[in-house]
Structures are given as structure tokens and as C-alpha cells.
């Protein structure tokens, strides 16, 4: 079976820091992997996915994750934050099962 | 506009009424899935679809029953609803499985009395 673990479920940055959301998984074979976000009272946007290649992978808003295999994790990563990315935030892997999995979720705050 | 709709928005409820949540895309993608989201439990897959007339179960299918009789369209329906079924509910789709993207609803958030 697959799943991801988000070891935090909230993390706090100030504004202009860098950020890390950190992302773990556990399959069976070659994953999948994406980031989601998702902001109040609305659906979950993508991010970003990691398919094959290169291991650090830039996605939108300036967001980009590595793919570490060896320790099996895609944190997600921000070189300056900013206000406007306080949200909430999944990770989710896929391996040819037909369902993706998510994570419970990280709730991601910047202070101004 | 294209995209991918769900309604209502919000909906309450009484305990042991039947609840139909509605979701429709204009994409024509083949799959379309059905999650609810709670908090400390993230999304958990409720039902899915991978064309017309074909369902299967997810992680959590109990109390919900769901129907697709054509591609685009893909209702939820809680045939007796309990107050364990309190959730925001979000329909998605995508054109195939695996790389693609899915594609999220605005949510239906759900309260039963």
C-alpha cells in the first residue's frame, strides 16, 4: 500500500524566509509525486509533480520541490515567502493504482 | 464556463435524509473522483469513476452511493445521512491517471444534524 506522511501540520515562517513543507512517502515501485494547495473556502489548485528527471522540480508561484529517493521524500520549498502563500498544503503520491493518496495536510503561515 | 462545478455549496441537513451532491465538468475527462475532507484526516477518497457506468469504491465508500450515466456529470448521494458525514466534499477530474493533474470543485461543505 502507498501513503505520505506531512509530519507538520502547521508551520510558521516570516515573511521574506525561506520555507520548507516537508513530504514523505512509502510505495512499492517508481512514485508520483505531487503538491497541492489549497486556499479558504476553495478546491485544491496543483502545484506541482514530479514524474521522472531531474530531482528538483519548479512549479507555480515560485515553488519548487527535490526528490530525494534515498530518503524517500519531495518537501517543497520557497527561497522568500510570502503573505499571499499562508494556505494550506498536500502532498500525494500515485503508483499505478488508480487512486492518488494525500497527506493529512500542512497549514502554512507566513507572518508579515 | 469550463471547468468543474459542484452543488450546492453548502447544504444542511437532517439526520436519515437522502442528500444528493452534484458535479459537473466540461472537459470530458474520463476519470472523476469523489473525496471528503476532515480535519487531522486530509482528503480521503470517497468513490471514483473512470468513464460512464464504470464506479469503484475508494477508502472510504459507506453510507454513499454514486452514478454516472454520462461523462460529464457525477453525483454524490447520501442515502441516509448520519452526523459522522459533517465534511466538505470536493469532486475532481482528470484525463488519465497517473502524470495528469487532477482537477478540484470548489466543495460542498456538509452539515447533518
Known amino acids: 500500500a502507498q501513503s505520505v506522511a506531512q509530519p507538520e501540520d502547521q508551520v510558521n515562517v516570516a515573511e521574506g524566509n525561506p520555507l520548507t513543507v516537508k513530504c514523505t512517502y512509502s510505495?512499492?515501485?517508481?512514485?508520483?509525486l505531487f503538491w497541492y494547495v489549497q486556499y479558504p473556502n476553495r478546491g485544491l489548485q496543483f502545484l506541482l509533480k514530479?514524474?521522472?528527471?531531474?530531482?528538483l522540480v519548479k512549479g507555480s508561484y515560485g515553488f519548487e520541490a527535490e526528490f530525494n529517493k534515498s530518503q524517500t521524500s519531495f518537501h517543497l520549498k520557497k527561497p522568500s515567502a510570502l503573505v499571499s502563500d499562508s494556505a494550506l498544503y498536500f502532498c500525494?503520491?500515485?503508483?499505478?493504482?488508480?487512486?492518488?493518496?494525500f497527506g493529512t495536510g500542512t497549514r502554512l503561515t507566513i507572518i508579515p | 464556463d469550463a471547468g468543474i462545478t459542484q452543488s450546492p455549496r453548502y447544504k444542511i441537513t437532517e439526520t436519515g435524509r437522502q442528500v444528493t451532491l452534484m458535479c459537473h465538468q466540461t472537459?470530458?475527462?474520463?476519470?472523476m473522483f469523489w473525496y471528503r475532507q476532515d480535519l487531522g484526516h486530509g482528503l480521503r477518497l470517497i468513490y471514483y469513476?473512470?468513464?460512464?457506468?464504470?464506479?469503484d469504491k475508494g477508502e472510504v465508500p459507506d453510507g454513499y452511493v454514486v452514478s454516472r450515466s454520462k461523462t460529464e456529470n457525477f453525483p454524490l448521494t447520501l442515502e441516509s445521512a448520519t452526523r459522522s458525514q459533517t465534511s466538505v466534499y470536493f469532486c475532481?477530474?482528470?484525463?488519465?491517471?497517473?502524470?495528469?493533474?487532477?482537477?478540484f470543485g470548489p466543495g460542498t461543505r456538509l452539515t447533518v444534524l
Open positions: 500525494a503520491v500515485w503508483v499505478g493504482n488508480e487512486k492518488l493518496t
Open positions: 514530479y514524474i521522472t528527471g531531474d530531482n
Open positions: 469513476s473512470a468513464a460512464a457506468d464504470i464506479t
Open positions: 475532481a477530474s482528470n484525463p488519465r491517471l497517473g502524470t495528469d493533474t487532477q482537477y
Open positions: 472537459w470530458s475527462h474520463s476519470y
Open positions: 510505495v512499492s515501485g517508481n512514485p508520483y
